[in-house]
């Protein structure tokens, strides 16, 4: 099923009831009633208002979903039946060709190295027409050619992906992520002309992912000296970046007629939207809400997402035991990483063992009330990544129970 994410709740919906914790989590709390831990819940009224918030920040770009980031069919179905919402942007080859059979405008925003998926990409004539391949060097084209020769192939298409990390010699060095090997206008014009000289290929897209700046929370100091650097180096990246990706846009279109210029994420899409070269923005995490994203001082995803743990110990009267917890995010080790205590108020992990494999203490006056049977609940750090621990979230409207969603792992699907 798919929950309706148009028309109702808005991005100008007012009161906002997550800013109330204790409505909040106590309509989630009796809607859930009865219902077994762990339980995944998404609610609502902070979806449609994720959903929304998202396309008045694009500013008229269409959003490409980052599936990743989300990992549940049936609210990737929703999202593309809402206005300002086209195309998805997968993470495996193999999920791409999962979701093409209904999707018919599938990226998949990493290169492939799975020979068995591209030999069946290669050998459907509509898989190939809807799926979209990543690369950003010869060895690319290479490895695909050795999988199935184009002549006994259907003409693929390949995005060019262009790597937009920003370099400052004093005092960060080289910020971003580590992605393409192109980062020039001539480094990618000279690309996709071995490209179009390839047979079996079709040059339509570019792809330019800004990460020091979409990933990149500038808001999680006490002092602020750390903040103050990430906002320093997004003052400074984005127009070197918007400059280069426009020039290597414009050199790629010198080449080949491009169908997309994809960039940005969720963190970035109030500067993405604004680069002329860009057709198109992606965005997912945004949507669920993760606790990273309160790190973020431009905007302010509801916590549409969350999930429940049961108290099962009581080791001292100020500290309960829930059973599992150790949810953690992927990214550098820290605190940030770890699943956020949401409710009840005043719980801390133990820091000795913080969330665990199978138990978490948790100790604070919150906890002085807590008995076995309790429920504790908990955001994850991310958003998507929470879908590879349930087999499904109830969709939560009010204090109600209003639909299911299947994740990916619900539907046995493992992508990575």
């Given at each position: 099923m798919a929950v309706t994410l148009s028309a109702v709740g808005t991005a100008d919906q007012t009161p906002a009831p997550w800013l109330d914790p204790a409505r909040y989590?106590?309509?989630?709390?009796?809607?859930?009633?009865?219902?077994?831990?762990?339980?995944?819940?998404?609610?609502?009224?902070?979806?449609?208002?994720?959903?929304?918030?998202?396309?008045?920040?694009?500013?008229?770009?269409?959003?490409?979903?980052?599936?990743?980031?989300?990992?549940?069919?049936?609210?990737?179905?929703?999202?593309?039946?809402?206005?300002?919402?086209?195309?998805?942007?997968?993470?495996?080859?193999?999920?791409?060709?999962?979701?093409?059979?209904?999707?018919?405008?599938?990226?998949?925003g990493y290169p492939t190295a799975d020979a068995a998926a591209l030999r069946r990409l290669a050998s459907d004539p509509v898989a190939a027409a809807r799926v979209t391949l990543m690369v950003d060097s010869l060895e690319h084209l290479d490895f695909i050619d050795a999988c199935i020769a184009p002549q006994q192939r259907e003409v693929l298409r390949?995005?060019?992906?262009?790597?937009?990390?920003?370099?400052?010699?004093?005092?960060?060095?080289?910020?971003?992520?580590?992605?393409?090997?192109?980062?020039?206008?001539?480094?990618?014009?000279?690309?996709?002309?071995?490209?179009?000289?390839?047979?079996?290929?079709?040059?339509?897209?570019?792809?330019?992912?800004e990460a020091q700046i979409a990933g990149l929370g500038d808001r999680d100091s006490p002092t602020g000296t750390w903040s103050k650097s990430k906002s320093w180096i997004k003052r400074r990246s984005v127009p070197e970046l918007t400059e280069r990706r426009g020039l290597a846009v414009a050199s790629v279109r010198n080449v080949a007629e491009l169908e997309f210029v994809?960039?940005?994420?969720?963190?970035?899409?109030?500067?993405?939207?604004?680069?002329?070269?860009?057709?198109?923005?992606?965005?997912?995490?945004?949507?669920?809400?993760?606790?990273?994203?309160?790190?973020?001082?431009?905007?302010?995803?509801?916590?549409?997402?969350?999930?429940?743990?049961?108290?099962?110990?009581?080791?001292?009267?100020?500290?309960?035991?829930?059973?599992?917890?150790?949810?953690?995010?992927?990214?550098?080790?820290g605190d940030d990483r770890m699943p956020q205590l949401a409710w009840p108020a005043n719980l801390h992990f133990v820091r000795r063992e913080m969330a665990g494999e199978v138990q978490t203490p948790v100790h604070g006056s919150g906890a002085e009330t807590l008995r076995p049977g309790d429920r504790v609940w908990l955001r994850h750090a991310k958003s998507g990544e929470l879908s590879e621990r349930i087999n499904e979230f109830v969709v939560v409207d009010g204090d109600r129970v209003v639909d299911r969603l299947t994740t990916y792992r619900g539907e046995g699907k493992a992508f990575l």
């Open positions: 989590w106590g309509s989630l709390a009796t809607a859930t009633e009865g219902l077994e831990s762990p339980l995944g819940v998404l609610e609502l009224g902070a979806l449609r208002f994720n959903t929304h918030d998202l396309v008045r920040r694009a500013a008229g770009k269409p959003i490409r979903v980052a599936s990743k980031s989300i990992r549940i069919r049936g609210l990737t179905e929703s999202l593309l039946a809402t206005e300002g919402y086209a195309g998805v942007l997968a993470f495996t080859l193999p999920e791409a060709l999962w979701l093409a059979e209904t999707v018919d405008d599938v990226v998949v390949p995005c060019l992906e262009l790597d937009v990390s920003w370099s400052s010699r004093v005092p960060v060095g080289h910020v971003g992520v580590w992605r393409s090997p192109l980062r020039t206008p001539e480094d990618a014009a000279a690309f996709a002309r071995t490209i179009e000289r390839r047979p079996g290929f079709r040059l339509v897209g570019m792809m330019a992912y994809n960039g940005g994420g969720t963190g970035s899409l109030e500067t993405t939207s604004q680069d002329d070269s860009i057709t198109e923005v992606a965005a997912g995490s945004g949507i669920l809400g993760g606790h990273l994203f309160d790190l973020y001082r431009s905007f302010h995803p509801a916590p549409a997402a969350s999930f429940a743990l049961s108290v099962v110990r009581k080791p001292t009267p100020t500290m309960a035991v829930i059973l599992g917890g150790g949810w953690v995010a992927s990214g550098p080790p």
